[in-house]
């Protein structure tokens, strides 16, 4: 029998802490607030917004959505990330990504003041993650995907983990974060032959998918008794939000003792928990 490894747990475990530190702060004359900000409308990226402000609200907190059309330019969107990093009644900026290709990356994410990158994006949190020394925020995907094997009682260490999928969101900081945490880890990607990726995934104990290509994982790429976690989120074939695993072709197969996180309801709603929690974090740090 398969189990399903549900995010709302998880997520309400991470909240309840969060509701003492709010209340804390507000004493203190401090309202924990978060800027989003989103170029475009990417379907992910709007459901994503959605999701943080529906959490702000339940906990409590201030947000406001700053949204761009495709075509802005690179000076605007920095000009206006600049604005929120000198803002003190913002505390964290969600940026959301990726980016127009006429943007560079590099440059927009690393705009982000450290003190603010909540979504740790910038090469000051990202350092933080290999060096070990905690500077800025562990990107809050990749520290979900940690909560809930936590939550449910799967340890790493010693564990085979392989990953398929090496962005710097989700892919590379996961990567890190696991092997702090003693697991044997394998990245996989776009390059790896077919074949390769397949051995890695059938032999691996966890398994964390994080491509974005819908549905496009199958039984062929699974073993029994492995935990599954889906960070994808994408259009399904019947029209409804869906994860990069073919949840009901693997249902239908021969593979058991899954234990998997569903999309919806899964990786997602641990994030925006993960987020509220590193947003109490920034603002409990006095300003500069």
């Not at 399903?4 to 309840?16: A, D």
């Not at 969107?77 to 943007?103: A, Q, S, V």
Request: with cysteine; net charge negative.
């Amino acid at each position: 029998m398969n189990k399903i490894l549900y995010g709302k747990e998880v997520s309400e475990s991470i909240e309840s802490e969060l509701d003492d530190k709010a209340k804390i702060l507000k004493e203190k004359g401090v309202n924990p607030k978060l800027a989003i900000v989103r170029v475009g409308e990417n379907p992910g990226d709007m459901f994503y917004e959605k999701a943080a402000c529906k959490k702000a609200e339940k906990l409590g907190i201030g947000h406001v959505n700053i949204a761009f059309d495709k075509d802005i330019t690179q000076d605007e969107l920095i000009k206006t990330i600049n604005e929120l990093n000198e803002d003190k009644n913002i505390h964290g900026i969600l940026l959301l990504r990726p980016f127009p290709k006429h943007m560079d990356d590099d440059e927009v994410r690393n705009a982000v003041a450290p003190k603010k990158d909540i979504d740790g994006i910038t090469d000051t949190s990202l350092t933080g993650l290999i060096t070990g020394k905690h500077k800025g925020f562990v990107p809050c995907t990749p520290k979900a995907c940690l909560e809930i094997l936590k939550y449910y009682g799967y340890s790493l260490e010693g564990k085979n983990v392989t990953i398929i999928g090496r962005s710097l969101v989700i892919g590379k900081p996961l990567s890190l974060l696991m092997t702090t945490h003693n697991a044997n880890v394998t990245v996989c990607h776009s390059k790896t032959k077919k074949e390769d990726m397949i051995k890695h995934c059938t032999g691996a104990d966890i398994l964390v998918l994080a491509t974005g290509k819908t549905e496009s994982f199958t039984h062929d790429y699974l073993g029994d008794g492995q935990v599954i976690i889906d960070v994808g989120t994408g259009v399904g074939k019947n029209g409804k939000m869906a994860g990069d695993l073919d949840i009901n072709e693997v249902y239908e197969s021969k593979i058991n003792e899954l234990a998997i996180t569903p999309v919806p309801k899964g990786v997602g709603s641990v994030t925006t928990a993960v987020l509220m929690s590193n947003l109490i974090l920034a603002a409990e740090k006095k300003p500069d």
